[in-house]
């Protein structure tokens, strides 16, 4: 499609919300600055959440805020887990200060019942990967640029237990703040690469009709 035919499947009204979606991409700590997100504006990201598709309605997913004043804590496990490694001196400073960048940071843990009777752990994911999506959208929308931050450490033992609840995973961290730099698309953005049309398999178009 061109863009003008994109443009023109739009009514006026929804131009704008979807320009919004259409450019959001992810923003590092180290491009991120004051002012962050308020408490009402990360409020209202977390109802974006929950406005995500999710089967039974199993909420398989939480974020957890991490005050400024126990960013300090959380980057001595950060270095504590780099010395655990094996991993010199240099590198566990660095791990150390990762857990200082960015104006915001919070947690996302998913909860994930693997024995449910009707919603099969992919679907619980796939509600978890929504959710965080429309949590990144919101703050978007509102002006600030997020990353989501993983690494091996999200999978240590001693850090999920600092965040985690029995029978929860540690997917990682959020770091949000505003955008010091115009965000760019690091992907081929046309959608025509991804976009297909079934085609029946020859097996299925020849099978007999009653």
Known sequence: MNNVAEWDACKPACRDALKQLLTRHSVGPKHLVAPAPTEEQVWL??????RAPDHQKLLPFRFVEIPDDARPLLGELFADFARRDGKPDEEIAVERERALRGPLLLA??????NSHPRVPPHEQWLAAGGALANFLMALHVMGFGAKVLSGRKAADPVICDAFCEPGETLVGWIAAGTASKTPHPRHNDNPDALLRRWQPPKTLANAPRD
């Open 45 to 50: 990201a977390v109802g974006a959440a929950l």
């Open 108 to 113: 996302f843990v998913a909860r994930i019942e």
